[in-house]
């Protein structure tokens, strides 16, 4: 309690007399016991602590809200660029490798369907994007609902079989199914 009391008739400060167990007030010398003012100063030095504790308990519960926020922002940052950015650079490696790829896979699976054979690289680039960009366990969240997908029933099985094998370039990779 290191605040001076105050007088609870005019607010001015109380001194303790050195004769008595009292306060007297400088202003207008009024007496108290020292025990009952004593006994208010606690009663508001922990009034003032309440008010602090709950100053600083709502700033660090805004504290934690703005991170809230700022990861959830992150997170759609990430999702929204899921559909977009990992495709689009799909779509650019699988291009610049099409002709290639396209031989390449031919000569591995002859007797597939045509979409099998669409299937086989697109998926793998996709699931090496995936998994690249994003970790292998958002890989198996977000891939799940993908391979519900009747169209690739076939070719999932078969590109998660090779994947294993499938380090960085496609193109040595696929040469290296052929031979095996
Ligand atoms: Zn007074």
Same mark, same amino acid.
């Given at each position: 309690?290191?605040?001076?009391? $105050?007088?609870?008739?005019?607010?001015?400060?109380?001194?303790?007399?050195?004769? #008595?167990?009292?306060?007297?007030?400088?202003?207008?010398?009024?007496?108290?016991?020292?025990? @009952?003012?004593?006994?208010?100063?606690?009663? @508001?030095?922990?009034? #003032?602590?309440?008010? /602090?504790?709950? @100053?600083?308990? /709502?700033?660090? #519960?805004?504290?934690?809200? =703005?991170?809230?926020?700022?990861?959830?922002?992150?997170?759609?940052?990430?999702?929204?660029?899921f559909s977009k950015t990992p495709k689009e650079y799909r779509k650019w490696y699988y291009e610049k490798h099409k002709e290639k790829i396209k031989q390449l896979i031919e000569k591995i699976y002859p007797e597939e369907s045509m979409?099998?054979?669409?299937?086989?690289?697109?998926?793998?680039?996709? $699931?090496?994007?995936? @998994? =690249?960009?994003?970790?292998?366990?958002?890989? /198996?969240?977000?891939?799940?609902? /993908?391979?519900? $997908?009747?169209?690739?029933?076939?070719?999932?099985?078969?590109?998660?079989?090779?994947?294993? $094998?499938?380090?960085?370039?496609?193109?040595?990779?696929?040469?290296?199914?052929?031979?095996?």
């Open positions: 309690m290191v605040k001076m009391p $105050r007088c609870p008739n005019c607010s001015y400060k109380l001194v303790l007399l050195s004769s #008595r167990p009292k306060y007297k007030c400088a202003l207008c010398s009024k007496l108290y016991p020292k025990k @009952e003012i004593e006994v208010k100063e606690f009663q @508001e030095f922990n009034k #003032r602590r309440r008010i /602090e504790d709950m @100053e600083s308990y /709502e700033k660090e #519960r805004k504290e934690h809200l =703005t991170r809230i926020r700022e990861i959830k922002k992150d997170l759609r940052l990430l999702f929204n660029g979409e099998f054979k669409i299937h086989i690289p697109v998926l793998l680039i996709t $699931r090496k994007v995936v @998994e =690249t960009i994003f970790g292998k366990e958002l890989y /198996e969240e977000i891939i799940k609902d /993908e391979m519900k $997908r009747d169209v690739l029933n076939s070719a999932w099985p078969e590109v998660n079989s090779i994947y294993d $094998r499938f380090k960085k370039d496609i193109i040595k990779f696929l040469k290296n199914e052929k031979l095996s």
